[in-house]
C-alpha cells in the first residue's frame, strides 16, 4: 500500500493535520478584524514560544529573510561583528553580513564541535565588537552552542547578541529574555511545525535602540514599520501578509503552547536521546561531539565505505523515510536525521527501521533490531512508548 512518505529532514518538516486544516480556510482580507485578531493571537502565542516579553515580528520570508532583517535593522557597513561559525548556517551568517558591508570577524569552530564561551570571551576581550552572532542549533552538524553561557558574557555590554534559532526554537529551550539575547530569528518551518514562509524576530529594547542608529539600506525589511502596522488595533502588517500562513503558524503554536514548553523540551529530549543510543547500538558513530549533541538533529558519521547519499536513497525508495545527507564538506559523509517539532516514538522507530534495513542492504554487518532494541529499551527505563 502506498502511503505518504515520513519527513525526517532537518527542515521543513511535518505538517500535523490541524495546521493544514487552518491553512486551506477561505481567502479572507487582511486589513479586517478578523484577520487582525489572529495576528494578535499569533503576536502573544510568538512571545510565549521566545520566552520574551518583546515585541516579535513577522516577515513573510524564508529563515534566510529572517538572518537578512538582522544584519540590516541593527547594524551599518563597515560595523565590526564576531561570527560564531560552527557550520554551514554560522558561515551564511558571515557571508549576509559581508553582502552588507559589515567587517566580519570569524570564529570558525571545526565542524561537530560546539563554540566553547571562553573562548569567545578572550575574543571579545581583545577586540570590541557592534555585534555578536551565534547559531543555536546548527543544522548541519547537528551540534547546539551553549546560548545561555554566551549571552551572559554579553550581557550588560554595548554588544548585540544575535542568535540563528532557525531550527531550535520549539525543540530545545530557548530563554530570549533570561539568556539575554537582543535578537532571536527563527522560521516557521523547523521546530515550529508549519510550512516553510514565514520568518519571526524578537527584537529587544537594546536592539531597537541600535535599529535607530544603523544606515544599511532597507525598505521591506524594515523593523520600524512593522512595529507601526503592529501598534494599530487590531495588529495589521504594513504590507499583504502570508495570511494563509499565519493561520497555519498561528494553530501550530497554540498545538505546542497547550502541550507545554518543558514538555516539548523533554519529548525533544527523549527522542534524541533514543535515537542516539539506536544509532550507537549499531555501531556507527555520532558525528556531534558529546557535549555538543543537538536534541533536534542526529548526524551520523558513515564509516568506511559508506555514502550517505545512497543511505538516504534507500531509506526514501525501499521504506518510505526522507532524511538528509550531508552538506558540502559533509556530503556523503555524514547523515542526518530530524526529529524536530511533530514527531513521536512511532517516527523514531519507523526511522531507526528504515536505517537499520537500508544498512543491510549496503552489506553493513548488522543484526536486524539492535538499534530498535536500544531504543525501546531506553523509552522502557524512561516512561517513553
Ligand atoms: C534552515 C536554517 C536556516 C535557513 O532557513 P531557510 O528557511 O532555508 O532560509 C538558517 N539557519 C539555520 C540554523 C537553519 O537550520
Known sequence: ?????????????????????KQSQ?????????????????????????????????FPAAGTGGLEAAVVNFFSPGDKVLVISVGVFGERFAAIAQAFGLSVDKLAIPWGEAADPEAIEARLKRMAYKGVF???????????????????????????FVVDAVSSLGCIDLRTDAWRVDVAITASQKGLMA??????????DKAWAAAERATCPRFYWDVFSVRKAMEKSPPQNPYTPAISLVRGANEALRMILAEGL????????????????????????LFAKVGARSDCITSIAMPPGLNAENIAKLMELHYGVIVAGGQESLKGKILRIGHMGYVNEHNILQVIAALEQSLKEENYPLRLGTGITAALEYWGQNQGL
Not at 505518504?4 to 493535520?17: D, F
Not at 518543558?262 to 558513530?285: C, D, K, N, S
Open 26 to 58: 477561505a481567502m479572507i482580507h487582511h486589513r479586517t478584524q478578523e484577520y487582525g485578531e489572529i495576528f494578535a493571537e499569533l503576536n502573544q502565542n510568538l512571545r510565549d514560544v521566545f520566552q520574551t516579553k518583546n515585541l516579535v515580528l513577522t
Open 1 to 21: 500500500m502506498q502511503k505518504e512518505p515520513l519527513l525526517m529532514t532537518p527542515g521543513p518538516t511535518v505538517v500535523p493535520p490541524a495546521v493544514l486544516a
Open 134 to 160: 551565534v547559531t543555536h542549533n546548527e543544522t548541519s552538524t547537528g551540534v547546539v552552542n551553549n546560548i545561555a553561557a554566551i549571552g551572559k558574557i554579553l550581557a550588560d555590554t554595548d554588544t548585540l
Open 195 to 204: 510550512p516553510p514562509g514565514l520568518a519571526f524576530l524578537s527584537i529587544s
Open 262 to 285: 518543558p514538555q516539548v523540551f523533554a519529548r525533544h529530549y527523549r527522542l534524541a536521546e533514543a535515537t542516539r543510543r539506536a544509532i550507537e547500538a549499531m555501531g556507527l558513530e
